[in-house]
Structures are given as structure tokens and as C-alpha cells.
Nanobody
Framework: QVQVVESGGGSVQPGGSLTLSCRASISGDSTYFMAWFRQTPDKDREGVALICANDRRTYTVDFVKTRFIVSGDIDEHTLNLQMNSLKPEDTAMYYC?????????????????WGQGTQVTVSS
């Protein structure tokens, strides 16, 4: 069983920054992806960014890519999300997840292992 643990959420004013961190208890040289998702009560969970263990490439969705930076340590099975110039619409519960299939995806349905989530609130 893989455990995923997030940290780093909190409250910040518009224009501020936060960095989220995630660690997964992955053992061995596994093919895996780790990703960040976010969800608000009135929206479906949406993918934000991911990292591929095989080639160490990262991907960030267009609507945050000018403000959010994803990074990770494949050997340590960690994934970070540096969020800059935060807006009120970034307010959400942010989740980290992991999957072991070989193909890249930001579809929540394809991720089996999830953390409990960390709340990010952007408000003046």
C-alpha cells in the first residue's frame, strides 16, 4: 500500500505565494507518476501538474503554468508545487496522488493512491 502525504497549505493574501510538498511511500524502481490536483465544493477535481518518474519530465496545465512551478525528486518520491501570484480562484483543497501505469495522465480516475489533501485559501 502506497501512502501519500501532503503538507504546506494555508491562508495567503492575493498575490502571495505558497509551496506545497508531497511524499509518497514508493519502494523500488517503479514506473510512476505523481501529480497535484485541486478541488472546490462546486467543481470536479482537476489536474494541475505532474511528474513522470521515467524521464523526470514535468507538466503543468495552461491555466496556472505562468504562476505555478512543479518540481520533484524521483529518487525521494517527492513532488512540490510552488504557487506564486495566487488569486482567490486558486482557493481549493489540493491533493497529491500517485499512479503506476506507464502512460501520462491528469485524469483523477486514473490515480489510485491519494493523500488527504491540504487546504489553500487565498483571501484578503
Amino acid at each position: 500500500q502506497v501512502q501519500v502525504v501532503e503538507s504546506g497549505g494555508g491562508s495567503v493574501q492575493p498575490g502571495g505565494s505558497l509551496t506545497l510538498s508531497c511524499r509518497a511511500s514508493i519502494s523500488g524502481d517503479s514506473t510512476y507518476f505523481m501529480a497535484w490536483f485541486r478541488q472546490t465544493p462546486d467543481k470536479d477535481r482537476e489536474g494541475v501538474a505532474l511528474i513522470c518518474a521515467n524521464d523526470r519530465r514535468t507538466y503543468t496545465v495552461d491555466f496556472v503554468k505562468t504562476r505555478f512551478i512543479v518540481s520533484g525528486d524521483i529518487d525521494e518520491h517527492t513532488l512540490n508545487l510552488q504557487m506564486n501570484s495566487l488569486k482567490p480562484e486558486d482557493t481549493a483543497m489540493y491533493y497529491c496522488a500517485a499512479k503506476f501505469e506507464w502512460w501520462s495522465s491528469l485524469s483523477p480516475d486514473e490515480y489510485k493512491y491519494w493523500g488527504q489533501g491540504t487546504q489553500v485559501t487565498v483571501s484578503s
